[in-house]
């Protein structure tokens, strides 16, 4: 699931996906604002066919949550 979401988040942000790691903060690392955040979220939710709750959005830290995230989704 990792590498699904690191192409998406790397055509998404244009990001080079080894620049997107696991333990890559989001904001600290990536530079993500709340509008990138939101949006890659719509990203996320149209490639992987799943809803992500807003308030879970929120608490987003890592890509490593995002991974947690949408594997608990999909299940």
Do not use: P, Y
């Not at 879970?56 to 947690?68: C, H």
């Amino acid at each position: 699931m990792f590498e699904e979401i690191r192409e998406i988040m790397s055509e998404a942000l244009g990001v080079k996906e080894s620049q997107l790691q696991l333990d890559a903060n989001l904001r600290d690392d990536l530079g993500i604002d709340s509008l990138d955040a939101v949006e890659l979220m719509m990203t996320l939710e149209d490639h992987l066919g799943i809803k992500i709750d807003e308030t879970k959005a929120q608490d987003l830290a890592t890509i490593k949550d995002i991974v947690e995230l949408v594997e608990s989704l999909k299940g």
